[in-house]
Nanobody
Framework: HVQLVESGGGSVQAGGSLRLSCATSGFPAGTYCMGWFRQAPGKKREAVATISSTGVTNYADSVTDRFTISRDNANNTMTLLMTSLRPEDTAMYYC??????????????????????WGQGTQVTVS
């Protein structure tokens, strides 16, 4: 049974930090491209950051230099460290995974429809 479970969301003041985690099970996550998406009310779900199975990372322009994505293949987990948070970062954050043979295609340009597995999301509110 495939599961992706996010944790670490919450409320924080602008300028603060949060660390989101995604715990996976039921598939070989270490070989998958993984990513974080977010969706604010009334807006489309957008990719925030991705990380390939070999650790190659890619970020949306809006979060570059503020967010850091990482993964622990031994424990099948992924983390998103968010710093210098802004009110516009407020959204539901989702982790996602999909199998991609080549790391070059594991990027934030990969659309919502190109991801196989999704978590249920964790809310981040910045005020």
């Amino acid at each position: 049974h495939v599961q992706l479970v996010e944790s670490g969301g919450g409320s924080v003041q602008a300028g603060g930090s949060l660390r989101l985690s995604c715990a996976t099970s039921g598939f070989p996550a270490g070989t998958y491209c993984m990513g974080w998406f977010r969706q604010a009310p009334g807006k489309k779900r957008e990719a925030v950051a991705t990380i390939s199975s070999t650790g190659v990372t890619n970020y949306a322009d809006s979060v570059t230099d503020r967010f850091t994505i990482s993964r622990d293949n031994a424990n099948n987990t992924m983390t998103l460290l968010m710093t210098s948070l802004r009110p516009e970062d407020t959204a539901m954050y989702y982790c996602a995974a999909t199998f991609i043979p080549r790391s070059i295609y594991c990027s934030v340009s990969r659309g919502y429809g190109g991801w196989k597995y999704w978590g249920q999301g964790t809310q981040v509110t910045v005020s």
